[in-house]
Each structure stands twice: as structure tokens, then as C-alpha cells.
């Protein structure tokens, strides 16, 4: 034991080290995206890809496995080595997905560990141009003198219809849900006055809203965002504490080792600091997000909390 620790002392001993942690990555990372190509996920990690492989000195391989709303993807990476070389980039679903899930192979909400948050991508409230609402006071007062609002989503389960149902319950009024499979279907049908109005991305009412063929009444964020700044929030129009936002992040399996963690979150924090990259994320209605992954975790966590209390109080089924 003398020995050892004189030779340590004299650096002719190497120290020990957390195996794996000092050379990783030493071979391509694989981010499982649990939806087709060219999807907002898809699209958002294929713009942080550059950047992340610069830091870390490696490829980085995108796997497309879509199905299952999300749990596909999900399954895969839950049971792959939890060395840092399978990852996970998913958005609010999986915030949602333990909610409505059952019986998965896999126990969700302890499977993965959050490296960090890439972007946030506000929601906004809408209507028909010629709806009698130019403010959320006016909504909420012509939905309930003409009952029937018809307000599109992306889909069951999505932030959309999520915040259709916290408003529904904090303001006290009724819409019929109308549940679409993107938010561009919706925001066709409330340019052409199928559907009173909808609640989808901002990204997808832009070129609407732009064209004078749909009205912004507020967003669904806890703060005002990106090109629709100008809109007040729920939150600030009398319905303190609503905050729905869907966000992209970077998973790993839960017994990844935190030196690892550590250095893949660098490595997310370096693509979303280049300014570049920045630019082209905003440039398709993604704000970007520099945080802690303990504050990712929390942000998951209130998200959670509020789909809980959301399927308790108002009986909303998203299966």
C-alpha cells in the first residue's frame, strides 16, 4: 500500500478513473427520434447535430423509429447499454406518454435521465379572421354568448389539446375539440373558416396570422416568445399560472454515468450557444434554450403534474 501511494504521488502510477468517462465518446453517438424524418424533432436534431459532433469529436447518427406515440423510440433506448453512446431526443410526449401508456415494457418516468432542453416552441390560441375576438377577453365572452367553438389541434394528447382543456376548465366555458394530425391541417381549416379556430405551434399559424387570413389571440407559454411577442399570454390575461410549452430535449438511459451525462450536456450547450445554430432553430419557430438539466427535470416535472391534475379534475381522456 506504501508503495502504490508513493508511486502515485510520483506520477509514475496513473490515478484511477471512471471507467469509460475519460476517452468517451470514443465511437458514433446514436439519438433515437421517435418520429419520421423531417418532423420538428427530427428537423431540430439534425440542426444541433454539427455543433455536438464538433464538441464531442464524433459522428452523431440519427435513428428514425417512429410508432407508438413516442414509446417505440422510447422502448429502444430504455434498454439500450447506459454507457452514452443510444440517446433520446423527444419533445412534450414524453411528459405525457406514462400518463397514457399502459402496460410498457419499460417503466418510463425511471428509465431515462435528462441531459438538457434544446428548444421551447410556443402554442398559440386562434381564430377564423372573422370571429367576434380580438383579445382573450373577447374570446372568452363570444365563446360563451355563442356555445359550439370549434378549435382544432395537432392531435389527442398534444400541448393543443392539453391547453383547450386548462382553458376550458379556468375560464369556464365549453369547445368542441377538433383533433387533426399536425397543427398545418388545422391552421388550413381556420384560414378557410371550416373550424372557429385552434390551438397549435406558432410555427404552424405564422403564415395565416402573416396573411391576414387568421387572428393571434395569446399564447399558451408562461412568457411572451419569439416572432409572437407582441400577443399577450394566457397567463398575464387573468389565468395566472397556466404555462404550456412543448419543448425538444436530449435523454439517456437513467444509470448513464454522470461524468458522461456531464460531458453530453456540454456538448448540447455548445450547439445551442453557436449563433448560427441559433439563428436557423429561430428561423423555424423554435426558441432556444440554454439550461441545467436539473432545470429540464423540473420543467418535465410540472408538465407531468399538470397532465395529472388535468385528467383528475376534468375528466380529459387522451388515450
Known amino acids: 500500500m506504501q508503495r502504490r501511494s508513493l508511486l502515485l504521488a510520483t506520477g509514475l502510477l496513473a490515478a484511477p478513473v471512471i471507467a469509460g468517462a475519460q476517452d468517451f465518446p470514443a465511437r458514433p453517438i446514436r439519438v433515437v427520434v421517435p418520429y419520421a424524418p423531417g418532423g420538428q424533432s427530427d428537423t431540430v436534431m439534425r440542426l444541433l447535430i454539427p455543433r455536438i459532433s464538433e464538441f464531442l469529436g464524433q459522428n452523431i447518427i440519427v435513428e428514425n423509429r417512429s410508432g407508438g406515440g413516442g414509446t417505440i423510440g422510447a422502448g429502444i433506448v430504455a434498454n439500450a447499454p447506459a454507457d452514452g453512446y443510444t440517446l ?102 381556420v384560414a378557410a373558416g371550416n373550424i372557429d379556430g385552434a390551438i397549435g405551434t406558432v410555427n404552424s399559424f405564422a403564415p395565416v396570422i402573416q396573411n391576414d387570413r387568421a387572428r393571434g389571440i395569446a399564447l399558451t407559454s408562461g412568457e411572451r416568445r419569439g416572432s409572437f411577442a407582441h400577443l399577450p399570454t394566457l ?23 454522470a461524468p458522461i451525462r456531464a460531458r453530453l450536456e456540454a456538448a448540447l450547450r455548445h450547439a445551442t450557444s453557436d449563433e448560427p445554430t441559433r439563428q436557423r432553430l429561430a428561423a423555424s419557430g423554435n426558441d432556444v434554450v440554454t439550461e441545467s438539466a436539473a432545470t429540464f427535470a423540473e420543467r418535465i416535472r410540472k408538465d407531468r403534474d399538470l397532465v395529472r391534475q388535468l385528467i383528475r379534475e376534468t375528466g380529459l381522456k387522451i388515450e
Not at 369547445?175 to 398545418?184: F, I, L, Q, S
Open 88 to 189: 433520446f431526443f423527444e419533445n412534450f410526449a414524453f411528459a405525457v406518454a406514462p400518463l397514457i401508456h399502459r402496460g410498457l415494457p419499460f417503466d418510463y418516468e425511471n428509465a431515462f435521465v435528462p441531459i438538457g432542453q434544446a428548444v421551447a416552441l410556443p402554442y398559440i390560441l386562434v381564430t377564423k379572421r372573422d370571429y367576434p375576438a380580438r383579445d382573450v377577453a373577447e374570446f372568452i365572452a363570444a365563446v360563451k354568448a355563442r356555445p359550439g367553438f370549434t378549435c382544432g389541434t395537432p392531435g389527442i394528447g398534444t400541448i393543443g389539446h392539453l391547453a383547450g382543456a386548462l382553458l376550458e376548465m379556468r375560464a369556464g366555458i365549453k369547445m368542441e375539440h377538433v383533433a387533426y394530425r399536425g397543427g398545418a391541417e388545422s391552421a388550413r381549416d
Open 235 to 257: 397567463a398575464e390575461s387573468g389565468f395566472q399560472g397556466f404555462d404550456l410549452t412543448s419543448w425538444n430535449g436530449l435523454f439517456a438511459p437513467s444509470a448513464t454515468p
